[in-house]
């Protein structure tokens, strides 16, 4: 149907500034990953992910989460339907190509972990049955700042780190903001201008090419350079575990395929670096006084040298 960069072109048409959101959003889609869109209300977070699932031809699904949802809204459940006097699957959310978990701080932390299971092992476990979740499935959350939000549940650490990306969505400039106001300020509904570009198996197929781009020893031990100063870092209690450096060499694979190469450079990893780790690194309660995570992490990245000679 499409091209990569089709679906690129056909994006930044739909969401107006915000080209390096879409880039990490396709990076996570490409390598199965999942990505948290973190701002104040009215950023455009939902619009972004329908937007960017509809330009797809799989299967979508949005589940607004609130205290009252259920894990079985999430997973699915069995339950006895008289007229046939047999019990039936109802699937949940997560049978989906992509799920949006609109706020998802707001759900219990019982219904945040059922997401857990079909995060990490792209299945669901109902009444003891596992069922696998369809290819590709990537969840695109999106939250409200948790310190300026009454009656919302902090993902915890395990939840997190679950992320591929954590995206924090600022306010956007004001060239942009008058074509945001020109664009809607007729109050018409945009959802018909949204295309599919690319089907599924095309996904497929990228996600497949993504996964075959070299990674050159050297910047395999760039990335651990990266990971092991987050762990002997002064203001970092908890730094980046061994999921988070396959993270990071995923996320620069990713990087590199949307920009048609079969190579990664050092610039891809510093390009990925914060928002892969900036949700999974614990900073000490002396470093939350002075800065904060994504100025560690920038730190960081300007301490290691990177390797030049091969790129």
Do not use: C
Not at 20 to 27: A, N, R, S, T, Y
Not at 73 to 90: A, C, H, S, W, Y
Not at 98 to 114: F, K, M
Not at 254 to 273: L, N, Q, S
Request: glycine share 6%; aromatic share 8%.
């Amino acid at each position: 149907m499409g091209t990569l960069t089709d679906v690129k072109a056909h994006l930044n048409e739909l969401i107006v500034g915000r080209e390096k959101e879409i880039d990490f959003m396709l990076i996570a889609l490409l390598q199965e990953g999942h990505v948290l869109l973190e701002s104040v209300p009215g950023s455009g977070k939902t619009w972004m992910a329908k937007a960017f699932a509809g330009s797809f031809q799989g299967l979508f699904r949005r589940l607004q989460f609130t205290p009252d949802v259920l894990p079985s809204d999430v997973t699915g459940i069995r339950f006895f339907n008289p007229k046939t006097q047999e019990f039936e699957l109802r699937p949940g959310a997560v049978m989906s190509n992509l799920l949006l978990a609109d706020e998802i701080n707001r759900a219990t932390p019982r219904t945040q972990s059922s997401l857990l299971e079909a995060m990490e092992e792209k299945q669901a476990t109902i009444d003891g049955e596992t069922l696998q979740l369809p290819n590709p499935f990537i969840v695109i959350a999106t939250q409200n700042p948790v310190e300026s939000q009454q009656g919302t549940f902090p993902l915890p650490a395990a939840q997190l780190d679950r992320f591929l990306f954590r995206l924090e969505i600022g306010y956007p400039d004001y060239e942009e903001e008058m074509a945001i106001i020109r664009n809607f300020r007729d109050n018409v509904s945009h959802k018909k201008e949204i295309r599919a570009i690319a089907s599924i198996d095309e996904v497929r197929e990228w996600s497949r090419d993504a996964k075959k781009v070299s990674i050159h020893p050297d910047i395999e031990t760039y990335i651990l350079a990266l990971v092991r100063a987050t762990r002997e870092h002064s203001m970092i209690e908890l730094g980046l575990s061994s999921r988070a450096a396959l993270a990071l060499v995923h996320a620069a694979q990713g990087k590199a395929f949307v920009d048609g190469r079969t190579f990664v450079t050092p610039d891809d990893v510093k390009y990925i670096f914060e928002p892969v780790a900036v949700h999974r690194v614990l900073l000490t309660a002396e470093g939350m006084l002075v800065q904060d995570a994504a100025a560690v992490l920038r730190e960081i990245a300007e301490s290691i040298a990177s390797p030049v000679e091969a790129f």
